[in-house]
Each structure stands twice: as structure tokens, then as C-alpha cells.
């Protein structure tokens, strides 16, 4: 052995794996693929038996592993990184402060089409010569191999009895008479389009004008040459051509196939398949400035001045005040010192007039990341950032995992919504918090924007954390619209309710529907009615997953649950005591669209909800009718709430406020105050004659008397003496555990314990609970709820965390508990 073989080093890489596990997984790398392992590059492994994960590579050493000995990396799918150090850096950062593994963030962070699945797939053997041995059960198989090179696993199971399929792959292998294996598929394929050009001997203007001449005999073909040189324009023939898609070239010009195709197989015509970018190139930009109003003006000097010394500012500019205008200054400012600009959004789904208005000033060099986008075309976006091919992004909560890597601004709009939280699965991640993480670590600035702050951001206003800017004029002509409380207790009194709707209501709709204005009507719950009850026992239909009533959808004629999904058909008849008194109860979406219509006639009315808007693009086609004004009144749940900027909208009526103060969790005072003012905000935005109606049966209660005062200042004072009082955040970071098992004593056994270890080790006063959760059981699993409460002191926040991950895995490892589950929340909201 010489010694410079004995010198070469073996070189290690750890691995992101997307998998629930805490740990990176160290793989060893094969010689012949030492310069490709990259930190940051894609490679396949094998993890477990005979399962195939794409992973990345998280670092790379000497040391092999203790206590197993490393598998071989099997392949490298990139020839650079595509993730970077500081996607890396980030993901470790989400997974340690959120309490979670590693690659569960990893599992969220890169689009699907970027992951690698294994998919098992079988073919016929072609040395198998023991055809006697086959089984008559084992021919449909035998016979579709032996048509095609392959079949996957799906496609078998297409051809023979259910439950079969197995039993037979192990008998046909055992007879080797097939081979099974794993064909690992790349999920993104790109785009094709088919595509015509002039063959090249032709592309000199001269040579192209002769050719025209010859053809004077075949006019068809002429004029099918013709156009084509039209469309490439004939002094742009020789830089090369482009293409002329060939879809609708035909169709356009009104030409002949046959000709065409005559043009192509003399030679004179290519026809060729190109790879098209999902997202065109940038092409030109409108770079015309965009107007501001004096308080516009003023705030975004004043958020540039903060920048001096802070990196985030909060923007408090109640609705209708015109923060985009702002927001579109900073950006382009941004975008010409040559950095990355990052534009958050809760939904785009429900924002599509912002990223309309930002494409009207940036074209298309603006990149969507959009959750109702196909994966692929998120992969494209992905690759377009990394390659540092665009530098403006709108996105979603996961676009704060995008390949940035001359970050300059990310502006959080509508920063205290709570779409930017993840809720389930792991990793729980808040959107608005990441990004601040992600902007520090890459010395960028974050502008937070809401006309309704979470108390957290104002409150790091207020002590100077963040800098604070407010814009507290509407834009233009418009005023605030007026908003009246509707003494539900009073019409009930006077017997002035029809249906669930006050005279108020009823008449102020007739009279804005008279006058030509548009009305929204807001509800948040969707379907007809949230129950059904009998009207003899009160018997409730509930779910038999759940422990919640079932909701009544009138159009499709079914009971649903809202929280497993589970449907059943309304019963005819109570099942408790036959009577057949049997009525909806409480009121929906659909039921006060189906009221209204009874009322008013002749009105258009439009339904907006999760049922309503569930293919891609019925939300945009919603919004743009009622835009057109083809819609005079629009019932929605909160969708019809978020940053939507609606010309016309004179009405705006609130259902059922009540409810939504009066749920029992900390934050709900702040929720129902965010969502009344929101909603509220739809109603005169560009006139003076909005009015806003509140139905309660509780109109002196204080949260909606600043509702009505428009008093977001006089809401917080009040409201954050009461989160100090009873340390609650911003005061306090809360860490919520819930505990499920399918066994209700079992399930607050486990929860008990959790709480008894917990309390000796961080104190009773940080540990509250065990508690039934809101809804006891979902998916027949019951559920307990523990909150720990701690200072906000790092290090002491970074112990408390061991010790419940102790503690977790300590209980989870009791037998007794085996179908025990606990999930962790950090800052749950
Ligand atoms: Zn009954
Ligand atoms: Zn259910």
C-alpha cells in the first residue's frame, strides 16, 4: 500500500433527511463523489431498508459515526448547492426555538417538486424459462409485463383483486420471474412547448425574400411563410431566432395545416420542442413613480430614518391609509441599490388585487410563491432566486424560505394575521418572527404593516425595539366609516327580528341597494346552520369522530364536521325519541345568502367561503365580478376581511360579534378586535358614506366601543393591563402542549403526569393545567391541554425547553402510553 493512499482522507457528510427525527444521519462519501458532496447539494440516500430519501447536505467532516457503520451517499442530483449556508443556519434555528426536527422544517422549507420519492416498479425477467410455474392467478400480471418494458406499483394493482397484489410480487420474485426495483423520479418536469422557426440556410433576409418568391406557385404555403416571417419581424431573422409558439399560430392567421406541414418536410420549417420558463423573464419595468400623499410621504421618510439604527419598523396605518404606496417606494428604493426585496402576505389567495397593483409598477419581474400555484411552478421560483435571476418575490409564510442571498427588505403585511402561524404540522413556525430572525442574520430591514398590530409589535414599539411609524388619515377623499352597534336585545324585545336580521339591517340594506351601492354581509361560519337539533329532546347531531356538533350544508344536502371532514346525511327523524321535529339551528353562510334573496328579490347575491372558492382561480373570478359591480351584495366568512380595497362597498353588516368576543382563549379580545376593525375597513373606502353595522346583544361592552371609536390606542392600553396582570404574551412566552389519546382516562393520565414533572421542575406558577381542550375529542382522540408560562430571559427559556423535551420523551416512553401523543406549540396562538 503506497503511502499516499494511506494518507487520503474518508471524508463524512451529515444529512437533512425529511423525516420526524431530531438528528442529521452521517453517510459516508464515495471517492468518485468527493468534489461533488457539496454543503448544500441534493443527494440521494438509502434510509432504513430499501427506502430511497432525497436529503441535502448539512456538513461535511471526518468522523465516522459512532455505533453504526455509515452507508455509502448513492448519488449527487445537483452540480451546485440549492440550498444555502444560510437556508441551513435557518432551519437548524426553526427547529431548535420551535421544538422540532430539523428535517420536518427541511420537509416544509423546499417545494415538493425538489424532493425525491422512491416509487417501486416491476419488470418481467428476461432469462426466466420456467413458464410451467406460473400460476393461473399470477397471468394478468405475467401477460400486461410482457406487453410493456415496466409497471409501477399502482398500474399492478390495477389488474388483479384487491388485497392480492403482494402475495403475488412475492411469489413471481421467489420464481424469479420478475425483478422489482426502486425508480427514484425527479417530481419537476419542465415546461414544453412546441415551437417554429425558419431553418437557418434561410435566415438571411435575402435568402428569405427569394424563398417568398419561389413559392408564388403554392400561395397556401406562401402564406404561411409569410406570417411566420411577419411574427419573427424579417430585420430580426439573422440575431437568432426566438420561436414562434406553434399553438394558436395556425388559428390566428386563419392558415392551412396541410401547408404548414408541407413547409416542415421540404426542410423549409423547423418544428422543435422548447423548455419555456413558467414565469417570463422580466421585460420591462414601469418604473413611474408612484404619487404620495404628504403623510405618505412623511411615513416613509420617517421608516427610512429609523433604519438608521433599527431593523424592523411598524408600520401602523389604519385601513384605507394607503400602505402599499409606501411599501412600493421602499421596494423600488431597494431593488436599485441592487438588493432582494421579500413581500409577505397572510393568503395571496385573498390578495390578488395587491400583487395586481404590484405588477402594474414592477411587471413581471415580480415572482409569486403561492400556495394555490402548481409545484412546479414553485420549483421555478425556487431556482429563479437561487440563480439570483429575480429579486423580487411576493409570497406566502413559506416564501420566508426562498434561497435569498442579498436580502435587503422583507415587508410583513398585515403582520398580526394568524395565517402567518403554522398550526399543524410540525414545524409551528411563525412567519412574521422567522423573517425578523432571517433578516438580522442576513442584515436586512423588515417594515411590519397592519392597521390592527398584534400587541406584541406595538408594544416593541412602544419601548423602542422597533421603530414606530403611523399613518392615521385615510387616503384621498375618504373618511373613516361610521360604525353603529344593533341592540339585538331591544329588537328581540320589540319583536323586529326576521330570520336572524334587525329592522336596522333590513332597512339599511334596502336603502343601499336603492341608492346603487354594494353591501358586505360577514359571517364567520360557513354552511347553512352549525346544527341540528331536535326540537323535542334537543337531541344535537354530533360528529361520532368529534366531540362538536355537525354543521349543515344545504347545497350538497349533508351534515359535515368541520374538524375531520366527516359527512353523514341529516336524519329524517331524532334518533333519541322519533319525533320528526327535527330543525336547523343558528345561521351560516348559506343560510343568510338563501334569506337575503328571500327579502330582496331582485338582487345579485354572491357567496364567498371555503366552499365557495375551492378551485384556483373562483376567488379572483368572485372578487373581479363584484368589482364590475355585477354583485350587490357579498356573504362571506373572513375571507371577505383581509386587505381587499373595494370601491363601492357603502354597507357593511356583522352578524355575530358576541361569539367571537366572548371565546375563551387570552387572545380572543385581540382577535375579535382585529377582525371587527378589518372588516369594518371594507366600508367606504373611496367615498364619504360608509356605515358599518355590529349586531351584539351586548352593545355596552368596552371592546366594542372602541371598535366604534376607531380606537386602536385606547384598545391596547386597556388591553395589555390585562395580559401584565395575568402574565400573559408580550409579558410571558407561552409553550402550549397538547396531549391526545384515543383513551379518555389515559389521555389525562398522560397529561397529568406531564403536568405533576413539569410543575416540580419549573414551578406551579409557569404550569397551568391539564385542561379538556375546547373541543374535547377530534378524530377520536381525546385531548388535554398544559400551558408553561416563562420569563423572557433566553437562557432560561432555552432550559425550560430541555426539560419539557425531557419530560415529553420520559412519558411517551411509558408503554402504558404507546398511542399517546404530545404536540408542541412554541408561542401558540
Ligand atoms: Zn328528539
Ligand atoms: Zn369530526
Not at 463 to 475: A, P
Not at 813 to 821: I, L, M, V
Amino acid at each position: 500500500m503506497s503511502e499516499l493512499f494511506q494518507e487520503e482522507v474518508t471524508w463524512f457528510a451529515d444529512i437533512l433527511l425529511p423525516v420526524p427525527i431530531a438528528k442529521l444521519f452521517t453517510y459516508r462519501v464515495p471517492r468518485h463523489l468527493s468534489q461533488e458532496v457539496q454543503i448544500g447539494s441534493r443527494v440521494i440516500v438509502e434510509f432504513g431498508r430499501g427506502r430511497v430519501l432525497t436529503g441535502v447536505v448539512g456538513k461535511i467532516h471526518e468522523n465516522p459515526p459512532q455505533g453504526y457503520p455509515a452507508k455509502y451517499i448513492t448519488e449527487v442530483l445537483d452540480p451546485a448547492p440549492i440550498v444555502t449556508e444560510t437556508q441551513l443556519w435557518l432551519f437548524q434555528w426553526i427547529a431548535d426555538y420551535y421544538m422540532c426536527a430539523v428535517g420536518e422544517v427541511f420537509q416544509v422549507a423546499l417545494p415538493s417538486g425538489l424532493k425525491v420519492t422512491s416509487e417501486s416498479r416491476m419488470e418481467w425477467n428476461p432469462n426466466f424459462d420456467r413458464p410451467d410455474r406460473l400460476e393461473e392467478a399470477e397471468q394478468p400480471l405475467v401477460q400486461a409485463l410482457q406487453e410493456k418494458p415496466f409497471l409501477t406499483y399502482p398500474e399492478a394493482q390495477q389488474l388483479v383483486p384487491a388485497g392480492q397484489l403482494n402475495a403475488l410480487l412475492k411469489a413471481l420474485v421467489a420464481k424469479q420471474a420478475i425483478i422489482l426495483y426502486e425508480e427514484v423520479k425527479e417530481r419537476y418536469s419542465p415546461k414544453k412547448v412546441r415551437k417554429l422557426r425558419l431553418a437557418s440556410v434561410y435566415t438571411q433576409v435575402q435568402a428569405a425574400m427569394e424563398l417568398l418568391d419561389q413559392l408564388n406557385k403554392h400561395p397556401k404555403q406562401q402564406a404561411v411563410l409569410h406570417a411566420i416571417l411577419q411574427e419573427i419581424g424579417i430585420h430580426r431573422l439573422s440575431d437568432g431566432q426566438e420561436g414562434i409558439p406553434k399553438a394558436d399560430f395556425l388559428a390566428r392567421h386563419d392558415l392551412s395545416k396541410s401547408a404548414l406541414q408541407t413547409l416542415v418536410d421540404k426542410g423549409i420549417l423547423e418544428s422543435y420542442e422548447a423548455i419555456i420558463p413558467r414565469f417570463p423573464k422580466p421585460t420591462q419595468e414601469d418604473t413611474s413613480e408612484v404619487g404620495l400623499t404628504s403623510a405618505q410621504a412623511i411615513a416613509y421618510t420617517e421608516i427610512l430614518g429609523h433604519f438608521q439604527e433599527k431593523d424592523v419598523v411598524l408600520l401602523h396605518g389604519i385601513t384605507g391609509s394607503g400602505k402599499t404606496e409606501v411599501y412600493i417606494r421602499l421596494i423600488q428604493e431597494v431593488l436599485a441599490s441592487g438588493a432582494q426585496v421579500l413581500f409577505m402576505l397572510p393568503e395571496i389567495a385573498l390578495t390578488t388585487q395587491i400583487v395586481t397593483r404590484l405588477q402594474k409598477v414592477f411587471g413581471t419581474s415580480v415572482g409569486v410563491y403561492h400556495s394555490k400555484f402548481s409545484d412546479n411552478e414553485r420549483v421555478e421560483v425556487y431556482r429563479q432566486v437561487l440563480n439570483d435571476e429575480l429579486s423580487f418575490v411576493v409570497g406566502v409564510r413559506s416564501s420566508i424560505f426562498l434561497p435569498f442571498s442579498r436580502l435587503g427588505l422583507i415587508i410583513v403585511d398585515e403582520e398580526h394575521e394568524t395565517s402567518y402561524k403554522q398550526f399543524d404540522p410540525a414545524p409551528r413556525y411563525h412567519a412574521r418572527d422567522v423573517a425578523i430572525m432571517m433578516a438580522h442574520k442576513l442584515g436586512a430591514k423588515v417594515v411590519l404593516g397592519s392597521a390592527t398590530p398584534s400587541l406584541e409589535s406595538y408594544q416593541q414599539g412602544l419601548q423602542g425595539k422597533y421603530g414606530l411609524v403611523s399613518l392615521t388619515e385615510r387616503y384621498g377623499e375618504a373618511k373613516l366609516p361610521r360604525i353603529q352597534l344593533v341592540d339585538m336585545r331591544a329588537e328581540r324585545k320589540n319583536k323586529t327580528i326576521k330570520n336572524d336580521f334587525s329592522s336596522v339591517f333590513l332597512d339599511q340594506i334596502r336603502l343601499n341597494l336603492a341608492g346603487g351601492g354594494q353591501t358586505l354581509i360577514f359571517q364567520n361560519r360557513r354552511g347553512y346552520a352549525p346544527y341540528i337539533q331536535c326540537e323535542v329532546c334537543q337531541w344535537i347531531q354530533e360528529c361520532p369522530r368529534c366531540a362538536v356538533s355537525m354543521t349543515y350544508h344545504l347545497r350538497s344536502q349533508e351534515l359535515v364536521c368541520h374538524y375531520c371532514g366527516h359527512t353523514d346525511k341529516p336524519p329524517r327523524k331524532c334518533p333519541a325519541c322519533a319525533s320528526s321535529q327535527v330543525k336547523t339551528a343558528g345561521v351560516g353562510t348559506e343560510k343568510i345568502e338563501d334569506d337575503l334573496q328571500v327579502f330582496f328579490p331582485s338582487a345579485r347575491i354572491q357567496r364567498m367561503d371555503l366552499d365557495t372558492t375551492r378551485s384556483r382561480h373562483a376567488y379572483q373570478t368572485m372578487l373581479h365580478e363584484f368589482e364590475q359591480g355585477a354583485v350587490d351584495i357579498l356573504v362571506g366568512t373572513q375571507m371577505i376581511s383581509k386587505g381587499l380595497d373595494f370601491d363601492l362597498v357603502r354597507l357593511v353588516g356583522i352578524f355575530d360579534a358576541d361569539r367571537m368576543i366572548h371565546f375563551p382563549d387570552f387572545r380572543a379580545a385581540e382577535r375579535a378586535f382585529q377582525m371587527l376593525t378589518q372588516v369594518a375597513g371594507r366600508a367606504g373606502r373611496r367615498s364619504n358614506e360608509g356605515l358599518v353595522l355590529i349586531q351584539t346583544k351586548n352593545p355596552n361592552h368596552p371592546l366594542l366601543k372602541k371598535v366604534v371609536e376607531h380606537d386602536y390606542l385606547g384598545f391596547f392600553d386597556q388591553e395589555i393591563q390585562e395580559r401584565q396582570a395575568f402574565h400573559y404574551p408580550p409579558f410571558t412566552r407561552v409553550i402550549e402542549l397538547t396531549i391526545k389519546h384515543p383513551d379518555f382516562l389515559l389521555a389525562e393520565k398522560m397529561a397529568e403526569r406531564l403536568a405533576r414533572a413539569l410543575k416540580g421542575i419549573l414551578g406551579d406558577q409557569r404550569v397551568l393545567g391539564p385542561e379538556k381542550g375546547l373541543i374535547e375529542k377530534i378524530r377520536n382522540k381525546f385531548i388535554f391541554v398544559l400551558w408553561v408560562k416563562l420569563e423572557k430571559d433566553r437562557a432560561q427559556i432555552q432550559l425550560a425547553k430541555q426539560s419539557i423535551q425531557e419530560q415529553m420523551d420520559d412519558v411517551l416512553q411509558d408503554r402504558a402510553f404507546r398511542q399517546g401523543q404530545i404536540i408542541v406549540d412554541v408561542d401558540a396562538y
